[in-house]
């Protein structure tokens, strides 16, 4: 999954619980972007970030949150506030000449589920 | 919203056939990207095809792109058992001022073997 490594593989959130996802790449790329996947769906951007210490919203930002602290760390945070957060997460990121072609890089993903 | 919308939704085949996906999308693009999901997995970067190109191979791939009909497809030659996955088509879109790539719902590719 070429240097991303997400984790864990599978996470389960209680009611009212937040729980942070973690996404670290090695690729030494400046942007990194979290999807969300629903079954049989395609992907929606739910936040990226474009260099350290700087991150936008997506499509589907409402109850999730994130923090790009590092270069090669972009965690994010599925909130209480996100009532339905049941679905496969998918971290990428991009970088020097694929990041000009927009070409993304993915890492293996997460699967959340509500208890 | 949706830029890619890629048809058909479904498709199986026996191995050794061709597989032909197609991808329209709705506004003007730089390029074009088809990506593979295995089953449980991420997305693995296939082929990219410029706005000024109209065919590109790769391997067992061929990507054509008409700019005209704002569609491409994406056809797989003497498909094999691990073939078997979903391609979605991915086209850049100018969302808030920033360029930020856009996925169809993809094509599930059954091979049968």
């Known amino acids: 999954d070429g240097g991303i490594t997400q984790s864990p593989k599978y996470l389960f959130r209680k009611e009212g619980q937040n729980v942070t996802l973690s996404c670290e790449q090695n690729?030494?790329?400046?942007?990194m972007y979290w999807y969300r996947q629903d079954p049989g769906q395609g992907l929606r951007l739910i936040y990226y970030?474009?260099?350290?210490?700087?991150?936008q919203k997506g499509d589907i930002a409402e109850g999730y949150s994130v923090s790009r602290e590092k270069k090669e760390s972009f965690p994010l945070t599925v909130t209480s506030a996100q009532k339905n957060p049941t679905a496969f997460y998918l971290c990428?990121?991009?970088?020097?000449?694929?990041?000009?072609?927009?070409?993304?890089?993915f890492g293996a993903g997460t699967r959340l589920s509500v208890l | 919203s949706q830029q890619g919308e890629e048809d058909p939704q479904a498709l199986s085949i026996q191995e050794g056939e061709n597989a032909t996906m197609n991808c329209s999308y709705k506004?003007?693009?730089?390029?074009l990207q088809w990506y593979r999901q295995n089953s449980g997995r991420g997305l693995v970067h296939l082929i990219l095809?410029?706005?000024?190109?109209r065919e590109k191979h790769s391997g067992r791939l061929r990507v054509t792109l008409d700019t005209s009909k704002k569609s491409s497809s994406l056809l797989i030659t003497a498909s094999r058992a691990a073939d078997t996955a979903s391609y979605f088509c991915?086209?850049?879109?100018?969302?808030?001022?920033?360029?930020?790539?856009?996925f169809g719902q993809g094509t599930r590719l059954t091979i049968n073997p």
């Open positions: 990428a990121s991009s970088g020097g000449t694929a990041q000009a072609k927009n070409i993304q890089y």
């Open positions: 690729l030494n790329h400046d942007a």
């Open positions: 970030s474009q260099i350290v210490n700087d991150f």
């Open positions: 506004t003007s693009i730089n390029n």
């Open positions: 095809i410029r706005s000024n190109e």
């Open positions: 991915a086209t850049v879109a100018i969302i808030q001022g920033a360029q930020k790539l856009v």
